[in-house]
Nanobody, 124 residues
Framework: QVQLVESGGGLVQAGGSLRLSCTASGRTFSTYAMAWFRQAPGKEREFVGV????????WYADSVKGRFTISRDNVKNVVYLQMNSLKPEDTASYYC?????????????????WGQGTQVTVSS
């Protein structure tokens, strides 16, 4: 089992920045990839980006590419989501997720471990 706890959400004006953190505990050595998803009210949970734990390879959804950056601290078992140039449409609950499989996916169903989420609100 892997436990995930997000932090760092809040209220920010459009154009501002926030950094979210996701701290992993438990069987973290089995983690292959960690992803960020977000869910706005009334919408489906959508993929934001992913980082491969061992290599640091990252991939992003088109909607955040060039504005968001995922990084990790292997020693502290923390994954970060740096969000710059925030837009009101980025307002959502943000979740980190982990998988111990051998490949990453944009599908939420491929991630068995989830955090509780942290709210990000971007005002116009």
């Amino acid at each position: 089992q892997v436990q995930l706890v997000e932090s760092g959400g809040g209220l920010v004006q459009a154009g501002g920045s926030l950094r979210l953190s996701c701290t992993a505990s438990g069987r973290t050595f089995s983690t292959y990839a960690m992803a960020w998803f977000r869910q706005a009210p009334g919408k489906e949970r959508e993929f934001v980006g992913v980082i491969i734990w061992s290599s640091g390879y990252t991939w992003y959804a088109d909607s955040v590419k060039g504005r968001f950056t995922i990084s990790r601290d292997n020693v502290k078992n923390v994954v970060y989501l740096q969000m710059n140039s925030l837009k009101p449409e980025d307002t959502a609950s943000y979740y980190c997720a982990a998988t111990s499989g051998s490949s990453w996916s944009r599908s939420r169903s491929e991630y068995p471990y989830w955090g509780q989420g942290t709210q990000v609100t971007v005002s116009s």
